[in-house]
C-alpha cells in the first residue's frame, strides 16, 4: 500500500457516514482529518492474516476487501466483500485480539487508513468516539449469521442481487475472481458463471458500470 493524497471529498463522504450514525462535532471531525491517511494498493495482496492482530481500519472509496476464512477441512469462506462505502473495521481491530479472519486487499484500490494507537487516542481526546467505533464496527461474525437469510433465495437470485449492488464486478475485466464471488454465494463457480451467462443473455443483469 502506498500512501497518497488525500481526497478532500472521499473523507468528506466518510465524515458524513459516520454523523449520520452520530454526529460528535467539530472535534471529531478534526482529529479524523488529522490522523487519517490515504492509501492506494498497487498489487493485490492480503492486508491481515487470520490468527494475528488487526492493527488498521478502513474506509473503502474505490475498489474492495476481501474478508474470508478456510474451514477445518480447508475450504475457501468468503465472508464478505467490502466495496465503495464500507467501513472494515472488524471486532478483532476494536478489541485489539486476533482474528480467524483474513482480509485481501484488491490492486487499485483507494483507502483512508486509521490506526489501532490513533483510534484509543481519540477515544481520550473525542468524547463518544469510542461509541461511534462499537457502532460501526464491521461485525463479520454477524455477517455469517447472516448467510441462512441468503440461503433462503435461490441460487439466481443472489446472482442478481450481488450484481446490481456491484455492476463492475461482471466479466470481462472484473477486479474480483469468480472463486470468490462464488464463495460468498455460497455457489460453485461454474455454476455462478452458467447462471450469469443466463442472465446476461436474458436481459436481467444490469449494465457495468
Known amino acids: 500500500m502506498?500512501?497518497?493524497?488525500?481526497?478532500?471529498?472521499?473523507?468528506?463522504?466518510?465524515?458524513?457516514?459516520?454523523k449520520n450514525v452520530s454526529d460528535l462535532g467539530k472535534p471529531f471531525e478534526n482529529y479524523i482529518k488529522k490522523v487519517m491517511v490515504a492509501?492506494?494498493?498497487?498489487?493485490?495482496?492480503?492486508?491481515h492474516k487470520e490468527g494475528s492482530i488487526t492493527e488498521r481500519a478502513y474506509y473503502v472509496s474505490y475498489g474492495f476487501i476481501?474478508?474470508?476464512?478456510?474451514?477445518?477441512?480447508?475450504?475457501?469462506?468468503?465472508?464478505?466483500?467490502?466495496g465503495p462505502g464500507s467501513i472494515v473495521a472488524g471486532h478483532g481491530f476494536l478489541n485489539h485480539k486476533k482474528s480467524k479472519y483474513n482480509l485481501m486487499v484488491f490492486k487499485d484500490t483507494y483507502v483512508l487508513e486509521i490506526t489501532y494507537e490513533q483510534m484509543q487516542s481519540g477515544y481520550v481526546e473525542v468524547p463518544g468516539m469510542q461509541e461511534l467505533a462499537?457502532?460501526?464496527?464491521?461485525?463479520?461474525?454477524?455477517?455469517?449469521?447472516a448467510q441462512d437469510e441468503v440461503?433462503?433465495?435461490?441460487?439466481?437470485?443472489?446472482v442478481i442481487d450481488f450484481y446490481t449492488k456491484y455492476p463492475m464486478l461482471i466479466p470481462p475485466g472484473a477486479m474480483i475472481k469468480d472463486l470468490?464471488?462464488?464463495?460468498?454465494?455460497?455457489?460453485?463457480?461454474?455454476?455462478l458463471r452458467h447462471i450469469r451467462a443466463s442472465l446476461i443473455k436474458k436481459g436481467l443483469l444490469p449494465l457495468k458500470k
Open 151 to 158: 440461503l433462503s433465495k435461490s441460487a439466481e437470485e443472489r
Open 2 to 18: 502506498r500512501i497518497v493524497d488525500r481526497n478532500d471529498n472521499t473523507l468528506a463522504k466518510l465524515l458524513d457516514i459516520l
Open 66 to 82: 476481501l474478508a474470508y476464512y478456510f474451514t477445518k477441512s480447508g475450504n475457501l469462506r468468503v465472508v464478505k466483500i467490502l
Open 39 to 47: 492509501k492506494q494498493c498497487l498489487k493485490t495482496h492480503i492486508l
Open 180 to 191: 470468490f464471488v462464488a464463495s460468498l454465494l455460497r455457489i460453485s463457480p461454474d455454476h
Open 134 to 145: 462499537m457502532l460501526t464496527k464491521e461485525g463479520f461474525e454477524d455477517e455469517e449469521l
